[in-house]
């Protein structure tokens, strides 16, 4: 049990479709993140959020679209996606240090999403 | 900028041997250096950190020391599992006033141990 729990683990959608991933943290932390890993690439960074506000955006096309409601709660709304979409989705959550030494982050088991 | 830069696998050992997985940063200011390892089928998991410079962090007979003058932070075993097998991310962090951390990964390592 990691704290992090991200739903549904596995879905697959037409390029037409919209759905949501949903990510929930029980560790009382103030930040969540979203991350995509696609084989052979490196864990790529999409969204940061701090206190329910939207720290980051790491230039992800508009067809992903976050949103965080309090900050043990975050989504990953979806729309119009293409094939190289598929991959597995992350979600994050660490305490914000506040200028002291980064402290870890805890990992969801992520959403495996294939895009057809 | 901010990078990783961890060797390339995979990686293919017999149970009791020893490992290693090079791992070298760049980074403008002082990062924190994590080691997280991901089992098949499962989110990544914290492994060990270390915060400044000479730190050494270690967790299930897996060990790295913050090395600021090579900015490695390799990963050692000195006698692996079959259970060890799994993909190793090196990251490392960086802290800033008021906002979040950003975790930057390495491209990971794959490690299958056999028996």
């Given at each position: 049990e990691t704290g992090v729990t991200q739903t549904p683990r596995h879905l697959v959608m037409g390029m037409t479709n919209k759905k949501s991933l949903k990510c929930e943290q029980?560790?009382?932390?103030n930040a969540m993140y979203w991350y995509k890993q696609s084989a052979k690439k490196p864990l790529e960074l999409m969204f940061v959020y701090n206190f329910k506000e939207?720290?980051?955006?790491?230039?992800?096309?508009?067809r992903f679209s976050p949103e965080c409601p309090n900050s043990s709660h975050l989504f990953l709304h979806l729309h119009t996606?293409?094939?190289?979409?598929?991959a597995l989705y992350l979600c994050a959550s660490s305490q914000d240090p506040g200028g002291q030494a980064p402290t870890e982050a805890f990992f969801g088991q992520g959403t495996r999403l294939t895009v057809v | 900028g901010n990078s990783v830069t961890q060797m390339e696998g995979p990686v293919t050992l017999s149970e009791e041997a020893f490992l290693t997985i090079n791992c070298t940063y760049t980074a403008t200011g002082y990062p924190s250096l994590f080691w997280y390892v991901q089992y098949p089928g499962e989110g990544l998991q914290l492994l060990l950190k270390a915060t400044k410079a000479d730190d050494k962090g270690s967790n299930k007979g897996f060990e790295a020391t913050y090395r600021k003058e090579t900015t490695s932070f390799h990963l050692e075993k000195g006698s692996v599992q079959v259970s060890d097998s799994a993909v190793y991310f090196c990251a490392l962090s960086l802290s800033s006033q008021g906002g979040s951390e950003k975790l930057v990964f390495g491209k990971g390592t794959k490690l299958t141990v056999n028996p």
């Open positions: 029980h560790l009382g932390h939207q720290t980051e955006n790491n230039s992800v096309p508009s996606l293409q094939p190289e979409d598929s | -």
